[in-house]
């Protein structure tokens, strides 16, 4: 599929370095085809599955279009769900970071009207919104058609799907005949058509369609993680499967550098690739990784094309790719010379979907995993360490060790002690997370496999079961029905759950809020 560069799609100044900074490193295909068109002011019907963009399809071009001049309604967005307006707002405040005299607002029912009509007042020039309440207020004449250059339906076919037709209708018949229309959807039911023939001029379709591709035989997983836990689970992962060599990829330029700052803050040798470096930048960095200076490779997809390593054993998705042949590009990194390949998915909320794609085009199985938890990757760092010393005594040349030894057995310690000092020395650094022991957790009263743990609230703070279930389940990703027998009390709680995830949890509740009340969540003392 083709991909345009920005720079190519004659986008205002002001909107290239909104773009520049998000880190965006070259349009998408259904960006790449409907750009052009759109600013040459026609109508098009664009396709293309979710996560593909097509936010920035439609809205870079309608906000070039925009009078700025003009303070009146310019432009109309219709959205399904106010979720989708909320989000397609964000987005295009993004790109108006220098043009800030563009005003957008996102307009949804279950709002007070009189606070969307105060906000319209002020000057907007793109409206946002779900169809029944845009209607409303075109009814209301808070909202005038008049100047109405541009109209988007976006998700047309869920807009229909939900009933919204009547609305779509009374809205488009009342927008100036020389506007231009806009229709974006994953789907091109009967339905659509036949709005187009009615509400369109000579558009253009745009079906970014999907090709044939053959996935290289790499076990895939998924990890379904809440975004403000992606970097805590990619540093497991990497912990857990400690891969000699691995590549990461991101969808921007700017999480390239972000991650890479984070993950060399937690003292991983990585660094980042992409389009902003120089030959000679790029050129080090890959030196690096080659000789092992480096295990880590952080990359964009642009950036690693031209990338030729032969025994990467995990390739991770930081996030979903944009489209489904990005993806077997990337994991078509590792698996190579008969190696078995590993390539691991972060999905965050939505991007489930366009995993869901991705499966489907390239038919292959992708399966959810549980992340590890803490105790899991401990006990990976043990047996590392105990192969290491299990090494270091079949070299021998120990004599003068064990001299030493002799001398610290005088002072009667026992040789089991001296060795479990030593360990824990040696292992130091990598115990910082204080994890409780499952010895610890055994003698916490629970059931067997579980740790009970204690929570100082209770009901006196009107907390109920389902508040604490749902506390945990939503801060830490472990299934609700994995939580045992909850007991509250007037002052405290005790919850019970799985002993593996115990660690888990009291790290993701420490200082977490249930109902509003900030907790202290410790394992209980037992009996
Ligand atoms: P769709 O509406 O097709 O489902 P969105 O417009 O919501 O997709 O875009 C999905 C994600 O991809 C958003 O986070 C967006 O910021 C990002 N994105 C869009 N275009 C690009 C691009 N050219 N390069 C990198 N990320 C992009
Ligand atoms: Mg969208």
Known sequence: MEKLRFEDLSLSNELMHAIQDMGFEEATPIQSQAIPPVLEGHDIIGQAQTGTGKTAAFGLPCIDMVDEDNKKLQAIILCPTRELAIQVSEEMRKFLKYKPTVKVLPIYGGQPIDRQILGLKKGIQIVIGTPGRIMDHMNRRTLKMDNVKMVVLDEADEMLDMGFRDDIEEILSKVPEDRQTLFFSATMPREILELTKRYQKNPKLIKVVHQELTVPSVEQLYFEV???????????????????????????????????????????????????????????????????????????????????????????????????????????RTGRAGRTGRAF????????????????????????????????????KMNIHLEKIKGVLEQGHLSKQIHMIEHLLQDEYTSLDIAAALLKM????????????????????????????????????????????????GETGIPGKLIGTIDIYDKYTFVDVPKEHANDILMRMKNNQIKGNKINIEPAKGK
């Open 345 to 380: 998915t972060l999905v965050v909320g939505r991007e489930i979907y366009k995993l869901r794609d991705i499966q489907k085009y390239t038919n292959s199985r992708i399966i959810q995993h549980q992340l590890p938890s803490l105790s899991d990757i401990e006990e990976v």
């Open 426 to 473: 040696a292992m130091g650094d990598d115990q910082k997370e204080d994890l409780i022991a499952p010895q610890v957790l055994a003698q916490t009263g629970g059931p067997e496999g579980m740790a009970r743990l204690f929570i100082n609230i209770g009901r006196n703070h009107n907390v109920r079961a389902k508040d604490v279930l749902g506390a945990i389940a």
């Open 226 to 332: 809440k975004e403000k836990y992606k970097l805590e689970a990619l540093s497991r992962l990497i912990d857990m499967y400690n891969p000699k060599l691995s590549m990461i990829f991101c969808n921007t330029k700017r999480g390239v550098d972000e991650l890479v700052e984070h993950l060399q803050g937690r003292g991983y040798f990585a660094e980042g690739l992409h389009g902003d470096l120089k030959q000679t930048q790029r050129d080090r960095v890959m030196s690096k990784f080659r000789n092992g200076t480096i295990d880590i490779l952080v990359a964009t997809d642009v950036a690693a094309r031209g990338i030729d390593v032969d025994d990467i054993e995990i390739v991770f998705n930081y996030d979903v790719p944009q489209d489904e042949e990005y993806y077997v590009h990337r994991i078509g």
